[in-house]
């Protein structure tokens, strides 16, 4: 069975903080796609990073950083000294194929 | 370039009416999927197309149809509207293949059915 499980529901943190949010997945095929999406207070969901399995490299972007663990079937994401427009819903994914698997998002608030 | 529209973008329904949601891409992707989304249930797949013609059901099928008349176009109907069917709706496409593979969305429609 395909499973995307995001622990954390709600998480605040004071502006400038830096925050990991946790997403561990599960599947047996040897060949998908993880992806990360923000959905802001305004409802739009919004791509922000794709990885394939067979690419362990660990991305930063800006503020952003993934980390790709196959070992732990886990792919979080850190957010450095955040900011209180990162507040958001943030959904990790998991696609195999034609179908794509959501977590239940992680809440995250930035508090000024 | 408008990407992935909805419509229309909020809806009143009483039980046991119908409608039809529209989504609509301009990006010539394959595949499009429609969802909804509970608080804290995430996105949930509702059907999905992989191409003009074809539907396949998801997670939570019951109780909606759809159709893939065109490419660009993928709709999504309710017969018989119940209060559990209220919602944020999503519709997203994606290409084929990979590496781009991730799923661009629409704007959603919220629906609420009394």
């Known amino acids: 069975a395909q499973k995307v499980t995001q622990a954390q529901t709600e998480i605040s943190v004071v502006e400038k903080e830096d925050v990991t949010l946790d997403c561990v997945y599960e599947?047996?095929?040897?060949?998908?796609?993880l992806f990360w999406y923000k959905q802001p207070p305004s409802g739009e969901l919004v791509f922000l990073i794709r990885?394939?399995?067979?690419?362990?490299q660990n991305e930063i972007s800006g503020r952003y950083s993934w980390n790709f663990q196959k070992s732990t079937s886990s792919f979080n994401f850190t957010i450095t000294a955040s900011q209180v427009v990162d507040s958001a819903v943030y959904f990790c994914?998991?696609?195999?194929?034609?179908?794509?698997?959501f977590g239940p998002g992680t809440s995250l608030s930035v508090i000024p | 370039n408008a990407g992935v529209t909805q419509t229309p973008k909020f809806r009143v329904l009483k039980t046991g009416q119908s409608m039809t949601l529209l989504c609509a891409q301009d990006?010539?992707?394959?595949?499009m999927y429609w969802y909804r989304q509970d608080p804290g249930m995430g996105l949930r797949l509702i059907h999905y197309s992989v191409g003009e013609g074809t539907t396949a059901k998801g997670e939570v099928p019951d109780g909606y149809n759809v159709s893939r008349l065109k490419k660009q176009n993928f709709l999504l109907g309710l017969e018989s509207a119940a209060p559990s069917q209220t919602s944020v709706y999503f519709c997203?496409?994606?290409?084929?293949?990979?590496?781009?593979?991730?799923?661009?969305f629409g704007p959603g429609t919220r629906l609420t059915v009394t």
């Open positions: 599947t047996r095929d040897t060949t998908y796609y």
């Open positions: 997203a496409s994606s290409r084929t293949a990979p590496p781009t593979y991730e799923q661009y």
């Open positions: 994914a998991l696609r195999l194929y034609d179908k794509v698997i």
């Open positions: 990885r394939n399995s067979f690419d362990e």
């Open positions: 990006m010539n992707h394959e595949y």
